[in-house]
């Protein structure tokens, strides 16, 4: 799994629980969009940091799945972070597509 799509991935998945998971939608729903918007950014940026630690750190690599191509090196980071800002961006489309009000 790439960087980007695991991002993309994780950016819509996590748009999706918050819109729809029965005891997290109506406390996500009653936080102003600042809020939100903030605790979205944070929660890529755990992910995006859980990635590039679990090919860092020798002893996680029981975690690792097959399709891990993710590796401890200074292309792999900024691969990760360029795909943290596109996670961003799939976060919020994912949000407009799924949870039309």
């Not at 998945?13 to 939100?36: I, Q, T």
């Not at 679990?54 to 891990?68: E, H, I, K, T």
């Not at 292309?75 to 360029?82: C, E, F, Q």
Request: some cysteine; hydrophobic content about 55%.
């Amino acid at each position: 799994m790439t960087p980007d799509t695991l991002s993309a991935l994780a950016a819509a998945l996590l748009s999706l629980a918050l819109a729809y998971v029965p005891e997290l939608a109506p406390r996500w729903r009653a936080l102003p969009g600042d809020h939100k918007r903030l605790l979205l950014a944070l929660a890529l940026a755990l992910i995006t940091a859980g990635s590039f630690g679990l090919a860092c750190v020798a002893q996680l690599a029981v975690f690792r799945p097959s399709s891990f191509v993710i590796t401890c090196t200074q292309p792999d980071l900024n691969g990760l972070l360029s795909a943290f800002v596109l996670a961003l961006v799939a976060n919020q489309g994912a949000y407009v597509l799924a949870v039309r009000r």
